[in-house]
Protein backbone atom coordinates (compact mmCIF):
# COMPACT_ATOMS: atom_id res chain seq x y z
CA UNK A 1 0.00 0.00 0.00
CA UNK A 2 0.98 3.33 -0.68
CA UNK A 3 1.18 5.69 2.31
CA UNK A 4 -0.19 8.74 2.25
CA UNK A 5 0.52 11.63 4.86
CA UNK A 6 -2.57 12.46 6.85
CA UNK A 7 -5.46 14.32 4.98
CA UNK A 8 -7.02 15.82 8.68
CA UNK A 9 -6.13 20.00 7.91
CA UNK A 10 -6.62 20.50 11.88
CA UNK A 11 -3.52 18.15 12.55
CA UNK A 12 -1.34 18.75 9.52
CA UNK A 13 -0.81 22.14 7.71
CA UNK A 14 -2.03 22.41 4.22
CA UNK A 15 0.70 21.64 1.32
CA UNK A 16 2.86 24.66 0.77
CA UNK A 17 2.21 24.59 -2.67
CA UNK A 18 -1.64 24.70 -2.45
CA UNK A 19 -1.03 27.34 0.65
CA UNK A 20 -1.30 30.19 -1.00
CA UNK A 21 -2.43 33.72 -0.11
CA UNK A 22 -4.27 34.68 -3.47
CA UNK A 23 -6.17 31.28 -3.50
CA UNK A 24 -9.59 30.99 -1.67
CA UNK A 25 -8.98 28.96 1.56
CA UNK A 26 -11.79 26.23 0.47
CA UNK A 27 -10.03 25.47 -2.70
CA UNK A 28 -7.08 25.33 -1.00
CA UNK A 29 -8.22 22.64 0.98
CA UNK A 30 -9.86 20.72 -1.75
CA UNK A 31 -6.34 20.97 -3.30
CA UNK A 32 -4.47 19.61 -0.14
CA UNK A 33 -7.32 16.61 0.28
CA UNK A 34 -6.89 15.42 -3.13
CA UNK A 35 -3.67 15.76 -3.77
CA UNK A 36 -2.67 13.64 -0.34
CA UNK A 37 -5.12 11.23 -1.62
CA UNK A 38 -2.89 10.49 -4.81
CA UNK A 39 0.34 8.38 -4.77
CA UNK A 40 2.77 10.27 -3.21
CA UNK A 41 5.94 9.72 -5.44
CA UNK A 42 5.19 12.04 -7.87
CA UNK A 43 3.93 14.80 -5.33
CA UNK A 44 7.51 16.68 -5.71
CA UNK A 45 7.45 17.10 -9.11
CA UNK A 46 4.45 19.76 -8.35
CA UNK A 47 5.83 23.30 -8.02
CA UNK A 48 3.50 25.92 -8.99
CA UNK A 49 0.17 25.92 -8.29
CA UNK A 50 -2.26 28.53 -9.24
CA UNK A 51 -6.43 29.42 -9.14
CA UNK A 52 -7.94 31.64 -11.88
CA UNK A 53 -10.86 33.61 -10.79
CA UNK A 54 -10.58 36.05 -13.63
CA UNK A 55 -13.20 33.54 -15.82
CA UNK A 56 -10.25 31.79 -17.98
CA UNK A 57 -10.95 30.38 -21.13
CA UNK A 58 -9.38 27.29 -20.26
CA UNK A 59 -10.79 25.30 -16.99
CA UNK A 60 -7.74 23.79 -16.60
CA UNK A 61 -3.79 23.63 -17.39
CA UNK A 62 -0.75 21.79 -16.90
CA UNK A 63 2.80 20.95 -17.64
CA UNK A 64 5.78 19.40 -16.32
CA UNK A 65 5.29 21.53 -12.44
CA UNK A 66 2.75 23.81 -12.99
CA UNK A 67 -0.79 23.48 -12.60
CA UNK A 68 -3.83 25.95 -13.26
CA UNK A 69 -7.02 25.92 -12.57
CA UNK A 70 -10.20 28.03 -12.79
CA UNK A 71 -11.76 28.49 -9.39
CA UNK A 72 -15.18 29.23 -10.71
CA UNK A 73 -16.51 25.60 -11.44
CA UNK A 74 -18.21 24.08 -8.91
CA UNK A 75 -16.11 21.76 -6.32
CA UNK A 76 -16.69 18.39 -7.74
CA UNK A 77 -15.27 19.57 -10.92
CA UNK A 78 -12.65 21.40 -9.71
CA UNK A 79 -11.72 17.83 -8.00
CA UNK A 80 -11.63 16.41 -11.19
CA UNK A 81 -9.91 18.83 -12.71
CA UNK A 82 -6.95 18.99 -10.50
CA UNK A 83 -6.68 15.26 -10.85
CA UNK A 84 -6.68 15.33 -14.54
CA UNK A 85 -4.15 18.14 -14.69
CA UNK A 86 -2.02 16.00 -12.09
CA UNK A 87 -1.93 13.37 -14.35
CA UNK A 88 0.09 15.43 -16.48
CA UNK A 89 2.62 16.47 -13.66
CA UNK A 90 2.97 12.42 -13.40
CA UNK A 91 3.25 11.98 -17.11
CA UNK A 92 5.23 14.85 -17.88
CA UNK A 93 7.52 15.95 -14.65
CA UNK A 94 8.02 12.78 -12.98
CA UNK A 95 7.85 9.70 -15.44
CA UNK A 96 11.03 10.38 -17.14
CA UNK A 97 13.88 8.70 -18.97
CA UNK A 98 17.40 9.70 -18.45
CA UNK A 99 18.72 12.18 -20.15
CA UNK A 100 21.43 10.48 -21.99
CA UNK A 101 19.04 8.16 -23.93
CA UNK A 102 18.11 7.93 -27.44
CA UNK A 103 14.73 9.79 -28.64
CA UNK A 104 11.42 8.41 -29.00
CA UNK A 105 8.50 8.81 -31.17
CA UNK A 106 6.46 11.14 -28.74
CA UNK A 107 6.94 14.67 -28.42
CA UNK A 108 5.86 16.89 -26.02
CA UNK A 109 5.63 20.10 -27.88
CA UNK A 110 9.62 21.00 -29.31
CA UNK A 111 10.86 18.59 -26.40
CA UNK A 112 11.00 14.94 -27.30
CA UNK A 113 10.29 12.36 -24.81
CA UNK A 114 13.30 10.16 -24.24
CA UNK A 115 12.65 6.57 -25.09
CA UNK A 116 13.12 4.97 -21.36
CA UNK A 117 10.84 7.39 -20.03
CA UNK A 118 8.29 4.94 -18.61
CA UNK A 119 5.38 6.74 -20.34
CA UNK A 120 6.15 5.49 -23.29
CA UNK A 121 4.62 1.79 -22.58
CA UNK A 122 1.12 3.87 -22.09
CA UNK A 123 1.62 5.91 -24.96
CA UNK A 124 2.25 2.48 -27.41
CA UNK A 125 -1.18 1.02 -26.09
CA UNK A 126 -3.06 3.35 -28.69
CA UNK A 127 -0.81 5.87 -30.33
CA UNK A 128 2.12 5.60 -33.35
CA UNK A 129 3.72 8.96 -31.95
CA UNK A 130 2.35 11.97 -31.05
CA UNK A 131 0.38 12.65 -33.53
CA UNK A 132 -1.13 9.70 -34.70
CA UNK A 133 -2.72 6.36 -33.38
CA UNK A 134 -2.50 3.78 -34.23
CA UNK A 135 -4.16 1.59 -37.57
CA UNK A 136 -7.35 -0.16 -36.44
CA UNK A 137 -7.84 2.47 -33.04
CA UNK A 138 -11.53 3.16 -32.81
CA UNK A 139 -13.54 5.37 -30.18
CA UNK A 140 -14.10 2.64 -28.00
CA UNK A 141 -10.30 2.36 -26.82
CA UNK A 142 -10.28 5.54 -25.65
CA UNK A 143 -11.78 6.48 -21.83
CA UNK A 144 -13.26 9.66 -23.45
CA UNK A 145 -13.37 11.52 -26.63
CA UNK A 146 -10.94 14.08 -25.55
CA UNK A 147 -8.52 11.07 -24.59
CA UNK A 148 -8.28 10.70 -28.64
CA UNK A 149 -6.48 14.17 -29.19
CA UNK A 150 -3.38 13.04 -28.24
CA UNK A 151 -1.08 10.51 -26.23
CA UNK A 152 -0.49 13.25 -23.09
CA UNK A 153 -4.77 13.82 -22.80
CA UNK A 154 -5.27 9.92 -23.06
CA UNK A 155 -2.57 9.68 -20.19
CA UNK A 156 -4.33 12.19 -18.02
CA UNK A 157 -7.88 11.39 -19.16
CA UNK A 158 -7.43 8.01 -18.11
CA UNK A 159 -5.56 8.57 -15.00
CA UNK A 160 -8.43 10.90 -14.08
CA UNK A 161 -11.03 8.27 -15.21
CA UNK A 162 -9.03 5.37 -13.04
CA UNK A 163 -9.50 7.32 -9.77
CA UNK A 164 -12.58 8.66 -10.13
CA UNK A 165 -14.80 5.94 -12.31
CA UNK A 166 -12.56 2.76 -11.80
CA UNK A 167 -15.87 0.65 -11.54
CA UNK A 168 -17.04 1.67 -15.43
CA UNK A 169 -13.54 1.50 -16.33
CA UNK A 170 -13.52 -1.75 -15.17
CA UNK A 171 -16.59 -2.55 -16.65
CA UNK A 172 -15.56 -1.62 -20.09
CA UNK A 173 -12.11 -3.03 -19.71
CA UNK A 174 -13.68 -6.40 -19.48
CA UNK A 175 -15.21 -6.29 -23.42
CA UNK A 176 -12.30 -3.98 -24.64
CA UNK A 177 -8.72 -5.69 -24.54
CA UNK A 178 -7.36 -1.88 -25.54
CA UNK A 179 -8.93 -0.21 -22.31
CA UNK A 180 -7.96 -3.39 -20.47
CA UNK A 181 -4.18 -3.10 -21.09
CA UNK A 182 -4.08 0.64 -20.34
CA UNK A 183 -6.07 -0.29 -16.76
CA UNK A 184 -3.24 -2.54 -16.25
CA UNK A 185 -1.11 -0.51 -17.28
CA UNK A 186 -2.46 2.06 -14.55
CA UNK A 187 -2.49 -0.19 -11.84
CA UNK A 188 1.05 -1.48 -12.14
CA UNK A 189 2.98 1.72 -12.71
CA UNK A 190 0.98 4.64 -10.84
CA UNK A 191 -1.05 2.55 -8.61
CA UNK A 192 0.19 -0.47 -7.74
CA UNK A 193 -2.14 -1.02 -4.65
CA UNK A 194 -5.25 1.57 -5.49
CA UNK A 195 -7.37 2.65 -2.65
CA UNK A 196 -10.70 3.23 -3.80
CA UNK A 197 -11.05 7.33 -2.83
CA UNK A 198 -14.03 8.40 -5.42
CA UNK A 199 -17.38 5.93 -6.48
CA UNK A 200 -17.61 7.00 -10.13
CA UNK A 201 -21.31 7.40 -10.50
CA UNK A 202 -21.55 7.09 -14.25
CA UNK A 203 -22.93 4.07 -15.58
CA UNK A 204 -21.82 2.99 -18.72
CA UNK A 205 -24.15 2.50 -21.62
CA UNK A 206 -21.80 2.26 -24.37
CA UNK A 207 -21.44 5.66 -25.97
CA UNK A 208 -18.35 7.43 -24.73
CA UNK A 209 -18.00 10.44 -22.72
CA UNK A 210 -16.40 13.11 -24.13
CA UNK A 211 -14.77 14.68 -20.66
CA UNK A 212 -14.03 12.34 -17.54
CA UNK A 213 -13.81 15.65 -15.53
CA UNK A 214 -17.80 16.37 -16.54
CA UNK A 215 -18.86 12.62 -14.88
CA UNK A 216 -20.07 12.47 -11.66
CA UNK A 217 -18.84 10.45 -8.62
CA UNK A 218 -19.14 10.40 -4.87
CA UNK A 219 -15.61 11.48 -3.08
CA UNK A 220 -14.46 9.91 -0.46
CA UNK A 221 -17.08 6.83 0.12
CA UNK A 222 -15.82 3.81 2.71
CA UNK A 223 -12.27 3.14 1.22
CA UNK A 224 -11.88 -0.02 -0.56
CA UNK A 225 -8.77 -1.42 -1.94
CA UNK A 226 -8.95 -2.00 -5.91
CA UNK A 227 -7.11 -5.29 -6.78
CA UNK A 228 -5.98 -4.74 -10.47
CA UNK A 229 -5.44 -7.76 -12.22
Given at each position: ?????????????????????????????????????????????????????????????????????????????????????????????????????????????????????????FYSI????????????????????????????????????????????????????????????????????????????????????????????????????????
Amino acid sequence: MIKRPSVNSSQTALLPVVNQEDILMKHRHLADEVLRSLPWQCQTSLKNFYVRYDNPSRRGLAGKNTIILDGSVPDEEFRALLIHEFGHITDLGCLQGGSASSASNFKDGSETIKIDDLSIGFYSISWADSKHQKTGSKDGDFVSGYAEWDPFEDFAETYAYFVLQNQSFRQRARSNHVLAEKYRWMGKNIFPSFELIAQGEYSWDGNVPWDTTKLSYEWKPEKTEVAVK
